[in-house]
């Protein structure tokens, strides 16, 4: 039983000596609520009690309550459902149990994102998505971004012009170090917490950005729909934190780190909000957007 149920079912008449009001029988005073002692005749004290001891009701004023409602309207002049936190902590303290402890703010660690350099190197050696496009037209083969983007109505050629999707190679060149920086077992680079994402379902690649608009981690999502024993069909990289990091396009950017022109273009106010990332890539290559110059972000 909570403190609450039992302070409610202490009897009325303990409570009310307790808070120095006569007691006769059924009936005390005076009135917590509009402090008359008695009834209008004068024969009997106003407050009745009711229910076995657990309810009262005044015959002056018709206020009525429990125990609760006894104590907080002799302490604080209000019924306890109006209350606020101190007032719950007053009432608390009365009944003889002891003040919540107030919490310590909970203090959040600073994120976990991977060395920028590294990101920024790994970002280098994926390939462009124009680049791409021509080496798979050259070899009749397909990593399947550009399908990918086309079935969902995404033009590919766009978003290669912003440059917000590269396309991660099916394998790492033999020798080569993913990340492009000395391996630092101490500080782990991205190749050394990564996924499995080098190869099928995971080749489109986007950054993700933190408040200054600095490229701090990559998201890879899944062009195909992954196997049931691999993970979900978007993936950061593995071991390093995802939060405080968003996906923005070139003018999002641009606002992150403080300016409100990107390139020829200037910002005309508005800011959208996409759910994920293909809603990103849809509204950053819009039609009404390219053709009438629109410059949210």
């Known amino acids: 039983m909570s403190w609450y149920e039992e ?117 280098q050696q994926f390939l462009r998505l124009q680049h791409m496009q021509e080496a798979e037209r050259e070899r009749r083969e397909s990593l399947g971004v550009a399908e990918w983007l086309a079935s969902r109505g995404i033009d590919a050629d766009l978003v290669a012009a912003l440059d917000m999707v590269r396309v991660t190679p099916p394998e790492r060149t033999p020798g080569a170090a993913a990340t492009g920086a000395p391996a630092d077992k101490t500080d782990p680079t991205p190749d050394d917490r990564r996924p499995d994402i080098w190869g099928w379902p995971w080749v489109a690649s986007m950054p993700l950005f933190d408040a200054t608009g600095a490229r701090r981690s990559l998201l890879f999502r899944a062009v195909a729909k992954p196997p049931a024993y691999m993970p979900g069909k978007s993936l950061a990289l593995r071991g390093y934190a995802r939060a ?3 996906l923005a396009d070139p003018m999002g950017v641009a606002l992150l780190g403080g300016r409100t022109i990107c390139g020829d273009t200037a910002w005309d106010g508005r800011v959208l909000i996409c759910e994920g990332e293909t809603d990103l890539l849809t509204l950053s290559v819009h039609p009404d957007r390219i053709r009438d110059g629109r410059t949210w972000a």
């Not at 009310?16 to 009001?21: I, M």
């Not at 024969?43 to 009690?49: I, L």
């Open 7 to 123: 302070a409610r079912e202490r009897p009325l008449p303990l409570v009310a000596q307790q808070l120095g009001l006569s007691v006769r029988r059924d009936r005390l005073g005076p009135c917590p609520a509009c402090g008359e002692l008695r009834e209008r005749t004068g024969a009997r004290m106003a407050v009745g009690v009711l229910r076995g001891g657990v309810a009262w009701t005044c015959n002056r004023c018709h206020v009525s309550g429990d125990a609760l409602d006894l104590v907080s309207l002799s302490l604080m002049g209000r019924p306890a459902r109006l209350l606020d936190k101190a007032g719950w902590n007053t009432l608390r303290v009365w009944y003889g149990l002891p003040s919540p402890a107030v919490r310590e703010a909970r203090v959040e660690p600073a994120p976990d994102w991977p060395p920028q350099r590294a990101v920024t190197a790994l970002w």
């Open 244 to 246: 405080g990091l968003v």
